[in-house]
Every structure is written in C-alpha cells, then in structure tokens.
C-alpha cells in the first residue's frame, strides 16, 4: 500500500508539473495549446540520451528544459499570430510531429545509433543507486517533513484569506469560496498526510522510488512557487490582460506577441522537466508513451482544478489520478463480467460525463474565477 501511494504520488505530482506549463499558456495567457505532449516528449528523449552519453543529469534535465523552450520559441514564433482556432490544429500537428519524428528518426542511444520505434532503456535514473546511510535517511525525512509542514501551513493560509470578516463596515470575504477551499484543504491536507506517513515508512526502508518522490515534490514546489510569485508580478499581471482583451495591453505599448511567445517558452519548459521525470517514472520510453492523449489529459485536469489558478492545477491532478487509481481498483470487481476493455472505455466515459456536468454547474471550474472565465469568448 505505502509503495503504490509512492508511486500516485510521483505520477501526480509529473502530471500537476505538466498541467502547471499548460495552465501558464491557457490559463493565464490565453493560448490554446492542444500539442502540448510535444514539450514533454522533447525534455524525455533529450534528457535520456544525455545521461546516456555521460551528461550529468542535472544539466540533462536543464538542457532538456532549454530544448523544449526552444521548440516553444519555433512554434510559437510560426503560430502565435493565428486565430485560436487555427493555432490549435497547428499545436496538434506539431505534437504528432515530434512523437513521429522520434519514431522513425535513428537516435544515438549511447555509442550507436538505434531506430527510435525500438525505444531507449537501461538509463539513469536519479537516486537509483544511493545506498543511503542512516544520516542521509534522515536529510531526506528532514526534506520530506519540510515540504510536508510547508504544504498545510500554506493550505491553511490559503484558507483563512477568504475567511468572511469585517473590517470597519466593510464585509471581507465569501461565504461559498471559504467554504469550497475549507474542502479542498481538508482532502489535500489528509492526503499530504497519507503521502508523508509512506514517504517516511518507505525512505527508512529506502526504496529509489521514494527517492524520486522526494526529488520530484521538491522540482514541483519550487516551481509552484516560481509560478506564484511570476503570476502576481507586472509581467504576469500583462499576461492575465492580454487573456482579457489583447488589445488593451496593445494600447498601453506591451508587446503582447513578445509576451505570448514568452508564456509559451516557460509553459514548454516546465512541460520538459515534466517529461525528465516522466520518462525516470517508465524506466523505458517509445514514441507511443506520448500520444496526443497525454495533452488532452493534461486539459482534464487544468479544466476540472479552474484554468487560471495553481492551486486548482494541482487539485485537478489529485483528483485526475485519484479517480483514475479508484476505478481501476474496484471497477473489475464490480462489473465482473466486462472486459478490460470495455471497462477502459467506461471509465473514459464516467470522466466526460464528469466534465459534462462541472461544466454546468460550475464552467469555471472547481477553483477557477468566473469573471476570469475565457471558455466563452
């Protein structure tokens, strides 16, 4: 149990660093993205064949993120100046054309050159190797407490922002938001708890994926917290107008296509780190670990958590994987007589009617903004 909980929480937590890159382009820029995969399936091959080749990993991954950035400033500097409609066929096309490239492209897999169909394995994995010390276990517990103390202190603020007061006459705060985030902080706050409980059990007992958690709760804090900071800055406050009405930021002399290529860049380089540490998670990637599929789930999850917040990315993630665990554990049970495939398809179809219906009752999303709502323009 505490080793599957590692491991949903290692493939929430890619999933939430992936959703975070997109949420930057849709969510607070207004660009529709829907070959968002492209990103991932650069930062994992170029961050696999670097370390083949003996490249740390660390500037691997770093080099990976600059290569995915760079794809960015390609296809957006082509595309940027489409309709939203036409720049999303185009971001789908460009999607499917690096997973086919990959495909049929001979790659250097560390002294020869292999067909890229066959896929790369035997590479290195961060922390596969260490043999941790009883003092290392506990710099690692340290860390994990750290980021586990964080995370509920943060909640709890989070919280008591919206908490209804009254300052002077004045009334502060929602009723109905205090409320959905009082929710939203009890489920992420259990789970963090859970997710720390077998963190601890397991890093004691030392397993290299509890070491890869750590690594990548870390990797998603900081950028969390890079992305909070960017989105209440001026140059976020641009982005978030140029989402609005671009013409306004236009007729205040932004450079509202320079902006947008940046969103673009930064959104594809965190998607690229994603990609590092989903390719770690597979031990093995081929092309066909990066279908168009991956982006649409990546939709789910920003639409589902609210477009436009960080927090709500994340819990879209939460909920995504949580749903995902839940119905592949009990659904064969219950429908005994259905085959995997038709129960595969089920649970695709729960998850449309699940969207279906948020998009009735609450079309924001679950933490998402109404007034900043960009679904119906």
């Not at 490239?101 to 790659?107: A, K, P, R």
């Not at 290299?208 to 209440?232: D, H, N, Q, S, Y």
């Not at 540490?277 to 990066?290: C, H, K, R, V």
């Not at 119905?327 to 049970?333: A, N, Q, S, V």
Request: aromatic share 12%; charged share 15%.
């Amino acid at each position: 149990m505490t080793e599957y909980l590692v491991f949903l929480a290692i493939s929430t937590s890619i999933f939430a660093l992936f959703g975070l890159g997109l949420n930057l382009q849709w969510g607070f820029t207004g660009l529709i993205n829907f070959g968002h995969v492209a990103f991932m399936t650069l930062g994992a091959y170029t961050t696999v064949l670097l370390s083949l080749k003996g490249v740390p990993i660390i500037l691997a991954v770093i080099l990976g993120a600059i290569l995915a950035a760079a794809l960015g400033l390609i296809i957006g500097f082509s595309t940027l100046r489409l309709r939203e409609d036409y720049l999303a066929i185009v971001t789908i096309g460009g999607g499917e054309l690096i997973r086919l490239f990959v495909n049929n492209q001979d790659l250097p897999v560390g002294d020869t050159w292999l067909s890229g169909a066959f896929g790369v394995q035997s590479y290195s994995i961060p922390l596969a190797n260490f043999n941790p010390n009883l003092f290392s276990k506990l710099v690692m517990i340290g860390l994990l407490s750290f980021l586990a103390g964080v995370s509920l202190w943060q909640l709890g603020r989070w919280v008591l922002a919206v908490k209804p007061r009254t300052v002077g006459d004045k009334p502060i705060g929602s009723k109905d938001e205090f409320i959905t985030r009082l929710f939203v902080s009890v489920f992420l706050g259990l789970l963090s708890i859970a997710i720390y409980i077998s963190g601890v059990i397991t890093l004691y007992n030392y397993n290299p994926k509890t070491g890869l958690m750590v690594v990548c709760l870390l990797v998603l804090a900081f950028v969390f917290w890079r992305l909070e900071i960017l989105v209440r800055s001026p140059w976020g406050r641009v982005l978030k107008a140029i989402r609005e009405d671009e013409e306004v930021p236009k007729a205040l002399g932004k450079n509202v296509f320079w902006y947008k290529l940046q969103s673009f860049m930064l959104g594809g380089a965190i998607a690229g780190i994603a990609g590092a540490f989903f390719a770690w998670q597979l031990s093995a990637i081929y092309p066909d670990n990066f279908q168009p599929q991956l982006t649409f789930d990546c939709w789910i999850m920003v639409i589902l958590g609210g477009s436009g917040s960080n927090v709500g990315t994340i819990l879209g993630a939460v909920i995504f994987f949580a749903y995902d665990a839940l119905t592949r554990e009990f659904l064969p049970k219950i429908f005994t007589s259905i085959s995997s495939d038709q129960l595969g398809a089920f649970r695709i179809m729960v998850i449309g009617l699940i969207l279906m219906v948020l998009m009735i009752w609450r079309p924001q999303g679950i933490l998402g903004k109404k007034e900043e709502l960009t679904l119906g323009k």
